[in-house]
């Protein structure tokens, strides 16, 4: 591959320089109903844009009550800092509320959510505390109360649990001193999410690749395969989505393969970067120029 020549090095950072005059490019939430990650289309999104001020990425949802509930990072460009918030819509996708749900002094991020018997718990990322934190919602869906440290002295992102053959495997990415948060996917299991001790899987990083180590969204089976959403940050950071296909998961063994890719259109879009569902709805974030 050819290197760039110094002019054309030079007419890309007047381009970056005159965007970031005229354009903010911000992370938004998009949703769509029906969508299935073999066949995503950006024609079938729509979105949901915040204020200016602020990004919105990293969503999961839940359903209830019939409504959808979808929990974000909000991140406020003045503080630096992303808390996790929740918007609410109707089971068209339409934005009913929006309120902050957990907050910290420290940045949170990617809020894993999950469901234990008849709890709902929250894993958001907190590796700039240098920690896997574990949260109990009080009443759905805006009161939260920490229930333990799952890991201590880690700089872990994007954690993602799954639950599969009577074990709970903790998918991470892993920044280790002189490394990248991008490209090492760390994999841990245990016998129950409250325990104490998550042993380490012998072959970490079980994936090695910048083009889809780092987790998306939540693992979930379809058509009887188990599919692991994760980023392709190859061009940018979090710049597509890839769909890994699990084939072997054991105390031994971790073996995927590629499946299929939701990459941005260009134009106003430039980047996605975390995929979920619940009943009839798909939701994504999505990087788009704006004006300022």
């Not at 920690?131 to 992102?157: G, H, I, N, Q, S």
């Not at 998306?216 to 979090?238: E, H, M, N, T």
Request: proline share 5%.
């Amino acid at each position: 591959m050819m290197r760039p020549t110094f002019s054309q090095r030079l007419l890309r950072k007047l381009d970056k320089t005159l965007a970031a005059r005229f354009f903010i490019d911000q992370w938004v939430i998009m949703t769509a109903r029906g969508a299935d990650y073999r066949s995503l289309r950006w024609s079938a999104f729509q979105p949901l844009i915040p204020d200016k001020d602020r990004y919105w990425g990293d969503p999961f949802v839940q359903e209830k009550n019939n409504c959808y509930y979808v929990f974000i990072e909000e991140k406020m460009y003045a503080t630096g800092l992303g808390r996790i918030a929740c918007l609410t819509l109707d089971q068209e996708g339409r934005l009913l509320s929006n309120q902050v749900v957990l907050e910290r002094s420290y940045h949170l991020s990617y809020p894993y959510i999950f469901k234990q018997g008849s709890e709902t718990f929250m894993i958001p990322e907190t590796a700039s505390n240098r920690t896997v934190e574990l949260y109990r919602c009080v009443r759905f869906p805006d009161r939260w109360e920490f229930v333990k440290t799952m890991m201590t002295d880690v700089y872990a992102v994007d954690t993602t649990l799954l639950e599969h053959e009577d074990k709970y495997w903790l998918f991470t990415n892993v920044k280790t001193p002189g490394g990248s948060s991008l490209d090492a996917l760390h994999l841990y299991y245990a016998a129950s999410p409250f325990a104490n001790r998550w042993t380490a899987h012998p072959h970490n990083p079980v994936v090695r690749d910048i083009r889809s180590a780092r987790p998306a969204g939540r693992i979930f089976v379809q058509d009887g395969k188990l599919i692991r959403p994760s980023q392709d940050s190859s061009r940018r950071y979090g710049y597509a989505l890839k769909f890994n296909l699990i084939q072997k998961l054991t105390e031994t063994e971790y073996k995927e393969t590629y499946e299929s890719a939701f990459d941005p259109p260009g134009g106003k879009i430039l980047a996605t970067h975390t995929f979920n569902q619940a009943g009839e709805l798909t939701v994504i974030d999505a990087v788009v120029r704006r004006r300022r």
